[in-house]
């Protein structure tokens, strides 16, 4: 028997020749009904017993089970791949140090200047690649990484091809003991630095000249502008009573 408020679920069954139906919600971890699994009889009415409610039980949850599963390994194959194109796009090398420089892993970008191979790099020490000159620098970066919430930060330079290439590392320490290391490549930066530098040095150098080109011009012609004046003078007789002037034409031409 059902209740009248379950009229359309009734007709539903019985258009398909259904006499006794029982069904279990099917329950995730949060308690939150996913679905139902049952049974239903046919032939003859038949009443369900408490073996039946146990069995439909256990294969909701193994069928509850292997949805969240599914669920989890979708959910967490979306996250990699979202980590990987992440840290695909960040240009910086990236190392994975433990406490005495060992390189336990390695990535470079493949327009970097140090593409090297991961297998390569990997269980090598850290001051194979940026040099042992930059030992002090590097463990100082590594004492402040240790410090909670801080980072470490650094610089070195190696030389590449005959070129020398400036980097700038920064360190954080993870909650295994391991530190990251995100590397970057500044020798871009450093040249542009150096080229501003020049140009300053260059227009201070050309702002003096002029100064002085200037300063000699108007030297010149108040010189001249003197002279002029003392001869005027001179030409009126009046030469002898401005010994001021011809004072200061005497300097001026010193």
Same mark, same amino acid.
């Given at each position: 028997?059902?209740?009248?408020?379950?009229?359309?679920?009734?007709?539903?069954?019985?258009?398909?020749?259904?006499?006794?139906?029982?069904?279990?919600?099917?329950?995730?971890?949060?308690?939150?009904?996913?679905?139902?699994?049952?049974?239903?009889?046919?032939?003859?009415?038949?009443?369900?017993?408490?073996?039946?409610?146990?069995?439909?039980?256990?294969?909701?949850?193994?069928?509850?089970?292997?949805?969240?599963?599914?669920?989890?390994?979708?959910?967490?194959?979306?996250?990699?791949?979202?980590?990987?194109?992440?840290?695909?796009?960040?240009?910086?090398?990236?190392?994975?140090?433990?406490?005495?420089?060992?390189?336990?892993?390695?990535?470079?970008?493949?327009?970097?200047?140090?593409?090297?191979?991961?297998?390569?790099?990997?269980?090598?020490?850290?001051?194979?690649?940026?040099?042992?000159?930059?030992?002090?620098?590097?463990?100082?970066?590594?004492?402040?990484?240790?410090?909670?919430?801080?980072?470490?930060?650094?610089?070195?330079?190696?030389?590449?091809?005959?070129?020398?290439?400036?980097?700038?590392?920064?360190?954080?320490?993870?909650?295994?003991?391991?530190? /990251? $290391? +995100?590397?970057?490549?500044?020798?871009?930066?450093? @040249?542009?630095?150096?080229? %501003?530098? &020049? !140009?300053?040095?260059?227009?201070?150098?050309?702002?003096?000249?002029?100064?002085?080109? /200037? $300063? +000699?011009?108007?030297?010149?012609?108040?010189?001249? @502008?003197?002279?002029?004046? %003392?001869? &005027? !003078?001179?030409?009126?007789?009046?030469?002898?009573?401005?010994?001021?002037?011809?004072?200061?034409?005497?300097?001026?031409?010193?």
């Amino acid at each position: 028997d059902m209740p009248p408020e379950a009229a359309a679920e009734k007709e539903i069954l019985e258009e398909q020749d259904i006499l006794s139906v029982i069904l279990v919600a099917m329950r995730g971890r949060e308690g939150k009904t996913i679905g139902f699994i049952g049974f239903d009889a046919v032939r003859e009415v038949r009443p369900w017993q408490e073996e039946d409610v146990h069995l439909l039980e256990v294969v909701g949850g193994i069928l509850v089970a292997a949805v969240e599963h599914r669920q989890v390994m979708t959910r967490l194959t979306e996250s990699e791949a979202r980590n990987r194109a992440t840290i695909e796009a960040i240009p910086d090398l990236i190392f994975i140090l433990n406490k005495k420089g060992t390189i336990l892993e390695f990535r470079a970008p493949a327009c970097s200047r140090l593409a090297l191979s991961p297998d390569k790099v990997r269980g090598s020490s850290v001051w194979s690649i940026i040099g042992m000159e930059y030992h002090g620098s590097l463990a100082l970066a590594m004492i402040e990484a240790g410090q909670q919430g801080k980072s470490g930060e650094f610089e070195y330079m190696i030389e590449i091809e005959g070129q020398e290439c400036y980097f700038e590392g920064r360190l954080t320490m993870q909650k295994d003991g391991e530190f /990251l $290391a +995100l590397i970057r490549d500044i020798t871009a930066r450093r @040249e542009s630095e150096a080229a %501003l530098k &020049r !140009l300053a040095l260059e227009l201070s150098s050309a702002e003096e000249c002029q100064r002085r080109e /200037l $300063a +000699l011009q108007l030297h010149d012609g108040i010189g001249q @502008e003197l002279t002029g004046l %003392l001869f &005027r !003078l001179q030409s009126l007789g009046l030469g002898k009573e401005s010994p001021g002037i011809e004072e200061a034409v005497k300097i001026l031409q010193k």
